[in-house]
């Protein structure tokens, strides 16, 4: 399962602009409990970048010197209550653990809820697998056989169930290519296609690249009983990840939908993508990784219990 565009926005996120303040008060450790720190700016004045917001977990560390800027120390948790601004972080009257210095960063751990937004740690003790109806699946047709990539038209056994425009991946022999399109044409035909290397061949798989809105928005409903799998967030459940460049991980314990009471929202419509996201609630929350189930699965009753076993949903990779 491929971490999706609709996802790597979040991860680079948490990975690149993820201080939010500046400690802006000097606490000596164990002094009497304070209900506010001030804060300001991440480039050291003016306003926070990131308001606090009720319910949010902030870190608070002093960096080390230069040469070991990334190394912290006099490591504190506050959880956000009372009355956040732009210049004062609010919490539950309590002792500061930690010295406080002017210019100790400020991160966001997580939410109370994890739905609104990720925090520049997701901090996720239950991830949640769903399923959707957005994919589409084809081959690459005798036309496109031995083309080298980038090509600007590529030929398909299929366009039927493709978006009008957006991004495709043809699984080729050298790995996963991502082709952008503009159109289609004739119903076998990808038009205005950029990017990708190596040379396709007849027969190669082709998958449509949701978007993470588009993902959640073809959800099924709570009909027949629909609801997504809750899975805590262990190694027991997620075993380490295996490879190098790129890794990868797979569920490493089966993963049980509950038993269909009814048709699942239509029910004729097949389930071709299965996802991960941090909210238990549908259409809603954040898709950390998604892929595609093989075969499509169909929940057109009552009685019907989805069920994947070890190392069916993946290998999930950082593309």
Not at 295 to 304: D, E, F, R
């Amino acid at each position: 399962m491929p971490f999706g565009s609709g996802v790597e926005p979040k991860i680079l996120d948490q990975l690149l602009g993820c201080v939010v303040a500046q400690c802006n008060q000097a606490i000596s450790a164990g002094t009497t409990a304070q209900s506010s720190i001030t804060i300001r700016g991440s480039a050291g004045s003016g306003n926070a970048d990131h308001t606090p917001v009720v319910g949010e977990f902030w870190l608070i560390a002093t960096p080390g010197a230069a040469g070991s800027e990334n190394q912290y120390t006099n490591v504190d948790v506050f959880q956000v209550s009372g009355s956040p601004t732009a210049t004062s972080l609010t919490f539950g009257s309590r002792t500061v653990v930690a010295a406080r210095a002017v210019g100790d960063v400020c991160f966001v751990l997580n939410t109370t809820t994890g739905i609104s937004a990720f925090g520049n740690v997701p901090l996720l003790q239950k991830v949640f697998v769903g399923l959707s109806t957005t994919g589409a699946q084809t081959t690459i047709a005798a036309g496109s056989d031995l083309a080298a990539l980038p090509q600007g038209t590529i030929n398909v056994a299929s366009t039927t169930g493709f978006a009008a425009s957006g991004n495709i991946v043809i699984v080729s022999q050298k790995g996963e290519q991502n082709i952008a399109y503009t159109g289609t044409s004739g119903g076998t035909q990808f038009t205005g296609c950029t990017g990708g290397t190596g040379t396709i061949d007849t027969g190669d798989v082709v998958y449509q690249v949701p978007s993470a809105a588009t993902i959640l928005s073809n959800e099924p409903s709570s009909t027949g009983s629909y609801a997504r799998a809750s899975v805590v967030n262990s190694a027991t459940n997620f075993g380490a990840a295996t490879g190098t460049y790129p890794a990868s991980k797979s569920n490493a314990a089966t993963v049980s939908f509950a038993q269909s009471t009814a048709a699942w929202s239509s029910g004729a419509t097949a389930l071709d993508i299965f996802f991960i996201a941090d909210s238990s609630t549908l259409a809603a929350g954040n898709v950390i990784g998604w892929g595609y189930l093989s075969p499509a699965q169909t929940v057109n009753a009552a009685n019907i219990t989805l069920s994947f076993s070890s190392s069916s949903l993946g290998p999930i990779t950082l593309l």
